[in-house]
Structures are given as structure tokens and as C-alpha cells.
Nanobody
Framework: QVQLVESGGGLVQAGGSLRLSCAASGGTFGSHEINWYRQAPGGEETECVAAISWSGGSTNYADSVKGRFTISRDNAKNTVYLQLNSLQPADTAIYYC???????WGQGTQVTVSS
């Protein structure tokens, strides 16, 4: 059974940085696109903030995070990372990783940015 486990969230001041990790077990991790989504407090919709292809050769970012967030992966470690730099209070959300074209989601990790 596929499991995705996020870690690395926390409380940081505006302008600070965090690195989120998404560790996968089960399935064929290296064959799938991985996406990072976020859901803001009180929000019903999730926003896809970054995506990375199975090889890591292709990445995409939401306009709201472009130039500040960087997605990467290490298939040998079955892990995808999301580096968050220049964080702003608007980045406060629960961040989830998702295996592309599937129903597999992690449990989420909270990122809180104080002003």
C-alpha cells in the first residue's frame, strides 16, 4: 500500500525558510509525478503549488510561489522535497504531497508564517 508522509513544517517569521519532505513507501515512487498542494486556514480549495516529473527533469510552480519555492526529488530515497524561501504570512497553510494521477495523499504538514 502506498503511503506518503510529510514533515518539516513549523512556525517561522516572514522572510524565513523551511524545507518540507514527502517520504513515500510502497508502490513505484520513481515512476510517478509528485505534487505539493496547500490549503489555507478556513479555505475549502487546495492550491497546487509545485509539481515534479518522475525523473525530476521537469518542474512547475504556481505563480504565487514562483521564484521562492523549489521542488526536488531523490528517487533513491523515495523522497520529494519542497524548499520554501522568503516565506510570507499568505503562505500559511497545510501542505500536502500527492502522487500524480492517483488518490494517494499524505496527512499534511502545517506551515505557519508570522508577520
Amino acid at each position: 500500500q502506498v503511503q506518503l508522509v510529510e514533515s518539516g513544517g513549523g512556525l517561522v517569521q516572514a522572510g524565513g525558510s523551511l524545507r518540507l519532505s514527502c517520504a513515500a513507501s510502497g508502490g513505484t515512487f520513481g515512476s510517478h509525478e509528485i505534487n505539493w498542494y496547500r490549503q489555507a486556514p478556513g479555505g475549502e480549495e487546495t492550491e497546487c503549488v509545485a509539481a515534479i516529473s518522475w525523473s525530476g527533469g521537469s518542474t512547475n510552480y504556481a505563480d504565487s510561489v514562483k521564484g521562492r519555492f523549489t521542488i526536488s526529488r531523490d528517487n533513491a530515497k523515495n523522497t520529494v522535497y519542497l524548499q520554501l524561501n522568503s516565506l510570507q504570512p499568505a503562505d500559511t497553510a497545510i501542505y500536502y504531497c500527492h502522487r500524480g494521477a492517483s488518490d494517494y495523499w499524505g496527512q499534511g504538514t502545517q506551515v505557519t508564517v508570522s508577520s
